[in-house]
């Protein structure tokens, strides 16, 4: 991780984040990306381009494990940071250990809000954050096939 060291935020850091990079689109996503493939690969790429910052919100090992259960996460934050941060689209990655990024969303306050089109729009958390600081909230198509659920199914079998 200390490679990707400059690309890691702390939350606390969040709001001299935004001052610093005052004009400047800044763009947030948030997810476990316990196992990286193509389909979270696209969606970052897609989120990339709806500003000039894109931020990364990474839940943390214990969030992940609240979240999807015993045996997860697979791969510790440590290691899922540094993969998303050697992304050429990622610029910054923070750690949230919440089981929503609603917290990292205020301290942040993006301009933009990525989520895939799986979440329906008024289920989508920080959306109405978002919206009522003069952000927008876009869905991004799923790159269908591609589910680390799905691959993690498939390795047992």
């Known amino acids: 991780m200390a490679l ?79 993969v998303l941060a050697a992304l050429e689209a990622v610029d910054y990655v923070v750690v949230f250990g919440e089981d929503t990024p609603l917290e990292t969303i205020r301290a942040l306050e993006p301009d933009v809000l990525v989520k895939g089109a799986e979440y329906e729009s008024g289920t989508i958390v920080g959306a109405t954050y978002v919206e009522e600081h003069g952000g927008r909230v876009e869905r991004v198509p799923m790159l269908k096939g591609f589910s680390t659920t799905a691959l993690i199914e498939k390795m047992r079998r």
């Open 4 to 82: 990707y060291g400059e690309k890691m935020l702390a939350r606390n850091a969040l709001e001299r984040f935004r001052e610093k990079n005052r004009g400047k689109k800044i763009v947030f996503t948030n997810g476990c990306f316990d196992i990286l493939h193509r389909g979270h690969v696209e969606l970052l790429v897609k989120a990339k381009g709806f500003g000039d910052v894109l931020v990364v919100g990474l839940n943390s090992d214990t969030s992940v494990a609240r979240l999807k259960g015993a045996g997860r996460p697979l791969v510790a934050e440590g290691d899922r940071s540094c």
